[in-house]
């Protein structure tokens, strides 16, 4: 299988559309909020205002990552590509664009969680949900962990310091 990633098109929120929708569908404690069209348009404005970058096999999308400046809003894989390496490809591609990034993902999403802590985030807060549209409880996550960024940044003003 030959992943690349690149930057959206257009022409691919009816894919990236599916698998966000098929998420939603296929997720028991995930509210049903939104249609199939609902989601597609949700992903071309993501895709209009060039955010998205999606990892395709030939002419199939497996999965997207939407990111805006330091936050990553979206990042889904097709259920049938899960665990192949396809949201650890997207991430580093989001890690090698930002020295920091935060995103969001909800408690009950135990799966993203893993995912994510071992890619080195780190929990900043939980919320109850109620700034989110699906109201339902949530953690906002932060890359690099602060300490380290701290840490990093003290050790290169000290070796600017000597330079």
């Known amino acids: 299988m030959t992943v690349t990633l690149r930057p959206a098109r ?7 559309g599916e698998i966000l929708h098929g998420f939603e569908t296929s997720t028991p404690w995930m509210s049903k909020q939104h249609s199939g069209a609902e989601a597609i ?9 060039g ?15 939407a990111q805006d400046q330091e936050e990553i809003c ?9 665990g192949q390496g396809i949201g650890q490809m997207l991430l ?27 890619a080195g985030f780190v929990e900043a807060r939980r919320t109850d949900g109620q700034g989110n549209d699906e109201r339902l409880p949530d953690i906002a996550y932060v890359w690099p ?3 380290t960024a701290a840490k990093a940044a003290q050790t290169n003003k000290t070796s600017e310091g000597r330079a």
Not at 10 to 16: K, R, V, W, Y
Not at 41 to 49: P, S, T
């Open 10 to 16: 257009s022409t691919d929120a009816g894919q990236i």
């Open 74 to 82: 979206s990042l889904y894989v097709a259920q049938d590509a899960r």
């Open 92 to 118: 580093a591609h989001a890690k090698s664009c930002s020295n920091r990034l935060n995103l969001w993902t909800f408690q009950a999403n135990t799966g993203a969680q893993r995912f994510y802590e071992r």
């Open 145 to 147: 962990d602060p300490a």
């Open 41 to 49: 348009a949700f992903c071309g404005a993501m895709i209009d205002r």
């Open 51 to 65: 955010w998205v970058t999606v990892a395709v096999e030939e002419r199939r999308t497996l999965g997207f990552l």
